[in-house]
């Protein structure tokens, strides 16, 4: 049995057009299968826990047809305890997790792909906590950051720009405009990192802090060209300058995958991280927002996702 949590709005409502693709191939080819289609922001992570918590012997595949905030939700909500077979069907304007993993961008090469399976990798994924009254705690299959490009991610969620634009498929082109506008009003911060408990490293003119677990984040920007989902290891980047224009050029160097890392651009890798900043900046995972923050701990879960690949 396949159960299918579908995030319609993805993309811009274009994941609805997807949905309808697949499901008539799924019917077609006669295929068991149950669809649970979202309607608000957290049903997937709610869906999610249900069917992995709920069926205590549920013989079956979960499969999370969206973006990479589909598959995040879908991720905060499963129980990981067991070994659940994870597919993702990307339809979204990023779709990160499917380009580290080369998985198929065709949907229906994907639910091909789903529905017989060459093999299965048990990979990473990371785990977020923040908050100093109450503290709160979010997974993330991709990557997680603060600073610059959280705010990217901050103001691309709530776009109107972009759901005008995407029927045109010119979404790209609200995330270059986002980008040069965080890009000017973007400020510095002062902060460190502790790795592993051990290891404190101090920083002026922080832009941007991101953790991966996969290379790229933000729709193909590669930050962490090493980074490895099998390894039990967070790729953490730091980029610190006091020249605005070196952030420029590590954008460019990371979007086009040139392997230089750019000057201001440091990289660490450890099995969990202790953040600090002294001003609250925004903080995402895997593009959803975790609001503005000063401290965040992360850490790097071994091996819990069962994925098709």
Same mark, same amino acid.
């Given at each position: 049995?396949?159960?299918? !949590?579908?995030?319609?709005?993805?993309?811009? &409502?274009?994941?609805?057009?997807?949905?309808?693709?697949?499901?008539?191939?799924?019917?077609?080819?006669?295929?068991?299968?149950?669809?649970?289609?979202?309607?608000?922001?957290?049903?997937?992570?709610?869906?999610?826990?249900?069917?992995?918590?709920?069926?205590?012997?549920?013989? &079956?595949?979960?499969?999370?047809?969206?973006?990479?905030?589909?598959?995040?939700?879908?991720?905060?909500?499963?129980?990981?305890?067991?070994? !659940?077979?994870?597919?993702?069907?990307?339809?979204?304007?990023?779709?990160?997790?499917?380009?580290?993993?080369?998985?198929?961008?065709?949907?229906?090469?994907?639910?091909?792909?789903?529905?017989?399976?060459?093999?299965?990798?048990?990979?990473?994924? &990371?785990?977020?906590?923040?908050?100093?009254?109450?503290?709160?705690?979010?997974?993330?299959?991709?990557?997680?950051?603060? &600073?610059?490009?959280?705010?990217?991610?901050?103001?691309?969620?709530?776009?109107?720009?972009?759901?005008?634009?995407?029927?045109?498929?010119?979404?790209?082109?609200?995330?270059?405009?986002?980008?040069?506008?965080?890009?000017?009003?973007?400020?510095?911060?002062?902060?460190?990192?502790?790795?592993?408990?051990?290891?404190?490293?101090?920083?002026?003119?922080?832009?941007?802090?991101?953790?991966?677990?996969?290379?790229?984040?933000?729709?193909?920007?590669?930050?962490?060209?090493?980074?490895?989902?099998?390894?039990?290891?967070?790729?953490?980047?730091?980029?610190?300058?006091?020249?605005?224009?070196?952030?420029?050029?590590?954008?460019?160097?990371?979007?086009?995958?040139?392997?230089?890392?750019?000057?201001?651009?440091?990289?660490?890798?450890?099995?969990?991280?202790?953040?600090?900043?002294?001003?609250?900046?925004?903080?995402?995972?895997?593009?959803?927002?975790?609001?503005?923050?000063?401290?965040?701990?992360?850490?790097?879960?071994?091996?819990?996702?069962?994925? !098709?690949?």
């Amino acid at each position: 049995m396949y159960y299918f !949590i579908v995030n319609r709005n993805s993309r811009s &409502g274009k994941g609805k057009k997807i949905w309808e693709k697949i499901e008539e191939e799924l019917k077609r080819s006669g295929t068991a299968y149950e669809a649970y289609l979202t309607q608000r922001p957290g049903d997937a992570k709610k869906f999610a826990k249900e069917l992995s918590e709920g069926k205590k012997k549920m013989p &079956g595949t979960i499969v999370a047809v969206g973006g990479d905030g589909t598959v995040n939700e879908v991720l905060d909500g499963l129980c990981c305890e067991r070994t !659940i077979p994870f597919g993702y069907i990307p339809a979204g304007s990023g779709n990160d997790l499917a380009r580290s993993l080369k998985l198929p961008q065709s949907p229906r090469k994907a639910l091909q792909h789903i529905l017989s399976p060459k093999g299965y990798r048990l990979i990473d994924y &990371g785990v977020v906590s923040y908050g100093s009254e109450e503290v709160s705690h979010r997974r993330f299959a991709v990557s997680s950051g603060m &600073g610059f490009d959280a705010a990217v991610c901050h103001e691309i969620l709530y776009s109107k720009t972009k759901k005008k634009l995407a029927p045109y498929h010119m979404g790209k082109m609200v995330y270059l405009a986002v980008g040069l506008k965080r890009l000017i009003l973007a400020k510095p911060v002062t902060g460190y990192l502790i790795l592993d408990g051990m290891r404190k490293v101090e920083f002026n003119h922080i832009y941007f802090i991101s953790t991966h677990i996969h290379p790229y984040e933000g729709g193909g920007f590669r930050f962490a060209p090493n980074a490895d989902c099998t390894d039990g290891l967070l790729d953490v980047s730091v980029f610190n300058s006091d020249s605005k224009k070196k952030l420029f050029a590590v954008l460019v160097h990371a979007y086009i995958g040139n392997r230089k890392k750019g000057k201001g651009l440091r990289s660490f890798q450890c099995h969990e991280v202790r953040m600090h900043v002294d001003t609250p900046v925004p903080v995402h995972v895997d593009g959803e927002s975790c609001y503005s923050q000063t401290d965040l701990e992360i850490r790097c879960i071994s091996k819990q996702i069962c994925m !098709i690949v």
